[in-house]
């Protein structure tokens, strides 16, 4: 018999704690644990500590199922789960990091935090696992023909292909990836300590091995060729390949904060919200529909990110739960969104009569896409009125 103690902490937000069962489950490479009842009072703000126990020691562990069970006939009580904090029999503390609200109905699986990414931060599959589930997976694009200022040859890549295989085969049987943070060339950067400090604005690029894990290949950190402008590979020195993985990542993420979640998100949303409150009266029906949602912070542009994940040729990616989790939440919003378009205007031409929903369309297409034909013209018809919302 192996004993798991499990330390529980719940949140100190408002409502945090619940009446309700709370369950878990231990799964390990070697077994998993029985499903064990921690407590169906939890208050907010408190640790708890329990045991789990498993007929053998489960391994490594790999998992962690949280449940939760009604208590009688109550109505749902939301539990916020900040950490569970599992002691294996050998005194091993696994952090599993949770921040999120526990509901009933739908097991949630967690696994190690930082340990797993204290362990991992350096290897390639795990940098290149990122791409796809990591903050930003709006840049990573099936390359299908290296952008001529790249200049990766087959000879610098072979060694990290598959035996027998060559760049332009893997490239034309879509196993090829590349980011480009082009963007990025020309900005300005601060100054620190006297120098003017340097942003990576070259490539990435990726392959997907037979073993299905994305991992990086060749790394150029500027746009423009030039004998200073090396190509990065694996079999370069570990801390040369480590600086120039951390140099593009650290580019990532300035992509993504300053367009993706600034500009696409941020802006964009501000522009509608605007519109809104000053084109649709507080009876309309789409002032009903957008109004609770500019109360708060949207951190997804989905209608963007759906569409856009097609065009980088990214649909039949393995391991790409972003996509898969994100087409699942689309395909349930643009239900509901066409239902509500449905109900109030059954044609284009009931859409075109509402003058009050015209001008809340000409004012976004104006002052928000500043009157790119690409973005706003289908807006005017029932189509694309469901697909915007």
């Known amino acids: 018999m192996a004993v798991y103690e499990i330390a529980v902490t719940t949140g100190d937000r408002l409502y945090s704690g619940t009446c309700d069962y709370i369950y878990v489950t231990l799964i390990g490479a070697e ?18 500590c329990y045991s789990v126990e498993a007929p053998k020691p489960l391994g490594e562990l790999l998992l962690l199922r949280v449940e939760k069970d009604p208590f009688f006939v109550l109505p749902e009580d939301e539990w916020f789960c900040t950490k569970i904090v ?27 935090g930082p340990d797993y990414v204290a362990a991992h931060w350096q290897d390639d599959d795990f940098y290149g696992f990122q791409f796809l589930n990591g903050v930003n997976p709006n840049m990573i694009q099936l390359c299908s023909q290296l952008p001529p200022n ?17 760049l332009e085969k893997e490239m034309k049987n879509g ?27 070259g490539f990435c690029l990726l392959y997907m091995n037979p073993e299905n894990k994305l991992k990086p290949i060749a790394i150029q950190l500027l746009q423009q060729p030039a004998k200073e402008n090396n190509i990065f590979l694996p079999s370069d020195s570990e801390t040369d390949w480590l600086l120039a993985k951390m140099f593009i990542k650290n580019a990532d993420s300035i992509h993504h904060q300053s367009i993706n979640h600034l500009l696409n998100t941020h802006f964009v949303v501000h522009g509608c919200a605007l519109a809104t409150l000053r084109n649709l009266p507080l009876i309309h029906p789409l002032y009903k529909l957008l109004i609770p949602h500019f109360r708060q912070t949207l951190h997804i542009n989905t209608l963007a990110q759906t569409r856009n994940m097609a065009a980088r040729g990214l649909m039949s990616v393995p391991n790409f739960h972003y996509r898969d989790d994100g087409l699942e939440l689309w395909g349930h919003i643009q239900s509901f969104a066409k239902a509500m378009v449905d109900r109030y205007y059954p044609s284009n031409d009931d859409l075109i ?22 973005t706003g013209s289908f807006w005017c018809l029932w189509t694309g009125l469901v697909a915007i919302l």
């Open 31 to 48: 077994g998993q644990s029985e499903r064990t009842l921690l407590d169906n009072d939890i208050r907010r703000g408190s640790s708890g």
């Open 86 to 112: 599992v002691t294996t029999p050998n005194g091993e503390a696994l952090l599993f990091p949770c921040h999120r609200w526990v509901s009933r109905g739908g097991d949630l699986e967690l696994r190690g």
């Open 150 to 166: 790249f200049q990766v040859t087959d000879a610098m890549v072979k060694p990290f292909l598959q035996e027998g295989t060559s």
């Open 175 to 201: 196993n090829i990836f590349f980011c480009d943070y082009k963007t990025l060339d020309g900005i300005q950067t601060r100054v620190y300590d006297g120098e003017q400090l340097v942003v990576a604005t």
């Open 353 to 374: 009569r509402d003058s009050e929903l015209q001008n809340w369309i000409k004012e976004i297409f104006t002052n928000t896409f500043l009157g790119n034909v690409h």
